[in-house]
Nanobody
Framework: QVQLVESGGGLVQAGGSLRISCAASGRTLSSYVLGWFRQAPGKEREFVTAITWSTGTARYPDSVKGRFTVSRDAAKNTVYLQMNSLKPEDTGVYYC????????????WGQGTQVTVSS
Protein backbone atom coordinates (compact mmCIF):
# COMPACT_ATOMS: atom_id res chain seq x y z
CA GLN A 1 0.00 0.00 0.00
CA VAL A 2 2.86 2.33 0.83
CA GLN A 3 5.52 2.70 -1.82
CA LEU A 4 9.04 3.23 -0.52
CA VAL A 5 12.16 4.34 -2.37
CA GLU A 6 15.57 4.50 -0.69
CA SER A 7 18.44 6.67 -1.83
CA GLY A 8 21.75 8.04 -0.64
CA GLY A 9 23.83 4.90 -0.25
CA GLY A 10 27.45 4.79 -1.26
CA LEU A 11 31.03 4.05 -0.31
CA VAL A 12 32.53 5.66 2.78
CA GLN A 13 35.62 5.11 4.89
CA ALA A 14 35.44 3.80 8.42
CA GLY A 15 34.70 6.63 10.82
CA GLY A 16 32.83 8.58 8.20
CA SER A 17 29.19 9.56 7.94
CA LEU A 18 26.37 9.00 5.52
CA ARG A 19 22.71 9.94 5.38
CA ILE A 20 20.27 7.79 3.50
CA SER A 21 16.67 8.61 2.71
CA CYS A 22 13.40 6.80 2.23
CA ALA A 23 10.63 8.56 0.35
CA ALA A 24 7.13 7.24 0.95
CA SER A 25 4.07 7.67 -1.18
CA GLY A 26 0.60 6.25 -1.63
CA ARG A 27 -0.72 6.56 1.90
CA THR A 28 -0.85 8.95 4.80
CA LEU A 29 1.74 7.83 7.33
CA SER A 30 0.08 8.98 10.54
CA SER A 31 -0.81 5.42 11.56
CA TYR A 32 2.46 3.83 10.45
CA VAL A 33 5.82 2.85 11.81
CA LEU A 34 8.76 3.32 9.46
CA GLY A 35 11.71 1.01 9.97
CA TRP A 36 15.22 0.53 8.66
CA PHE A 37 16.78 -2.90 8.18
CA ARG A 38 20.08 -4.00 6.73
CA GLN A 39 21.44 -7.19 5.27
CA ALA A 40 25.06 -8.09 4.71
CA PRO A 41 26.15 -10.93 2.41
CA GLY A 42 25.72 -14.26 4.13
CA LYS A 43 23.83 -12.78 7.06
CA GLU A 44 20.19 -12.48 7.99
CA ARG A 45 18.33 -9.23 7.73
CA GLU A 46 18.95 -7.12 10.82
CA PHE A 47 16.80 -4.50 12.48
CA VAL A 48 18.47 -1.10 12.53
CA THR A 49 15.84 1.30 13.84
CA ALA A 50 12.19 2.27 13.67
CA ILE A 51 10.27 5.48 14.13
CA THR A 52 6.62 5.93 14.93
CA TRP A 53 5.39 8.52 12.48
CA SER A 54 2.77 10.15 14.66
CA THR A 55 5.02 10.72 17.67
CA GLY A 56 8.55 10.64 16.31
CA THR A 57 9.52 8.05 18.91
CA ALA A 58 12.45 5.94 17.79
CA ARG A 59 14.31 2.90 19.06
CA TYR A 60 17.71 1.43 18.29
CA PRO A 61 19.53 -1.80 18.99
CA ASP A 62 22.85 -1.67 20.80
CA SER A 63 24.74 -2.22 17.57
CA VAL A 64 23.88 1.26 16.28
CA LYS A 65 22.80 3.15 19.39
CA GLY A 66 24.72 6.39 19.78
CA ARG A 67 25.89 6.35 16.16
CA PHE A 68 22.71 6.26 14.07
CA THR A 69 19.77 8.64 14.23
CA VAL A 70 16.45 8.26 12.46
CA SER A 71 14.24 11.23 11.72
CA ARG A 72 11.27 12.14 9.59
CA ASP A 73 10.12 15.07 7.51
CA ALA A 74 6.34 14.98 7.50
CA ALA A 75 6.02 17.61 4.78
CA LYS A 76 8.06 15.42 2.43
CA ASN A 77 6.81 12.02 3.63
CA THR A 78 10.45 11.09 4.00
CA VAL A 79 12.41 9.29 6.68
CA TYR A 80 16.16 9.72 7.06
CA LEU A 81 18.86 7.62 8.63
CA GLN A 82 21.92 9.57 9.70
CA MET A 83 24.85 7.21 10.17
CA ASN A 84 27.95 8.44 11.97
CA SER A 85 31.16 6.75 13.08
CA LEU A 86 30.60 4.08 10.49
CA LYS A 87 32.29 0.72 10.86
CA PRO A 88 33.02 -1.96 8.26
CA GLU A 89 30.42 -4.16 9.93
CA ASP A 90 27.79 -1.58 9.00
CA THR A 91 28.21 -2.61 5.37
CA GLY A 92 25.11 -3.99 3.74
CA VAL A 93 21.99 -3.26 1.78
CA TYR A 94 19.77 -0.94 3.77
CA TYR A 95 16.02 -1.28 3.37
CA CYS A 96 13.24 0.91 4.63
CA UNK A 97 9.94 -0.67 5.53
CA UNK A 98 6.51 0.35 6.73
CA UNK A 99 3.95 -1.25 8.97
CA UNK A 100 0.76 -0.14 10.54
CA UNK A 101 1.08 0.76 14.20
CA UNK A 102 -1.47 -1.87 15.20
CA UNK A 103 0.41 -4.72 13.54
CA UNK A 104 3.82 -6.27 14.08
CA UNK A 105 4.53 -7.30 10.49
CA UNK A 106 6.08 -4.92 8.00
CA UNK A 107 3.94 -4.88 4.87
CA UNK A 108 5.84 -2.59 2.51
CA TRP A 109 9.52 -2.63 1.60
CA GLY A 110 11.77 -0.49 -0.51
CA GLN A 111 14.26 -1.77 -3.05
CA GLY A 112 17.26 -1.13 -0.82
CA THR A 113 20.35 1.02 -1.09
CA GLN A 114 23.91 -0.25 -0.77
CA VAL A 115 26.12 1.10 2.00
CA THR A 116 29.75 0.05 1.94
CA VAL A 117 32.20 1.02 4.68
CA SER A 118 35.86 0.44 3.88
CA SER A 119 38.69 0.00 6.37
Amino acid sequence: QVQLVESGGGLVQAGGSLRISCAASGRTLSSYVLGWFRQAPGKEREFVTAITWSTGTARYPDSVKGRFTVSRDAAKNTVYLQMNSLKPEDTGVYYCAARRSSYSQYESWGQGTQVTVSS
